[in-house]
Nanobody
Framework: QVQLVESGGGLVQAGGSLRLSCAAS????????IGWFRQAPGKERTFVAA???????????DSVKGRFFLSRDDRDNAKNTVYLQMNSLRPEDTAVYYC???????????????????????WGQGTQVTVSS
């Protein structure tokens, strides 16, 4: 069992930055793919980005490429935190952001929604990001 906790959300002006964290407990992220989704008010939850822990390969949807960056914190071999650095934020980035983990390797050919919406996935509770214009 993996428990995920997101943090780092908040209110920021357009053009600003935030760094979200997704911390795992119960086990490490080794052997997992970790994804980020977001859900704006009145809209469906959509895939944003993913990283495979073992090879650190990252994937992003077009709307965040060049602005959002995933990284992993494997200092001290802890292997239990993933960061989503969000730069040049826009009002349309306003949403609740969720991290999700699923054992395996995420590939460029996968659809994030299909891969992570699995009975084998673990979801966090979400963190609110609000970007003011």
């Amino acid at each position: 069992q993996v428990q995920l906790v997101e943090s780092g959300g908040g209110l920021v002006q357009a053009g600003g930055s935030l760094r979200l964290s997704c911390a795992a407990s119960g086990r490490t992220f080794a052997g997992y793919a970790i994804g980020w989704f977001r859900q704006a008010p009145g809209k469906e939850r959509t895939f944003v980005a993913a990283i495979t822990w073992n090879n650190a390969n990252t994937y992003y949807v077009d709307s965040v490429k060049g602005r959002f960056f995933l990284s992993r914190d494997d200092r001290d071999n802890a292997k239990n935190t993933v960061y989503l650095q969000m730069n040049s934020l826009r009002p349309e980035d306003t949403a609740v952001y969720y991290c999700v983990a699923r054992e395996g390797t995420f590939r460029a050919s996968y659809r994030g929604r299909d891969y992570f919406n699995s009975a084998n996935s673990y979801w966090g509770q979400g963190t609110q990001v609000t970007v003011s214009s």
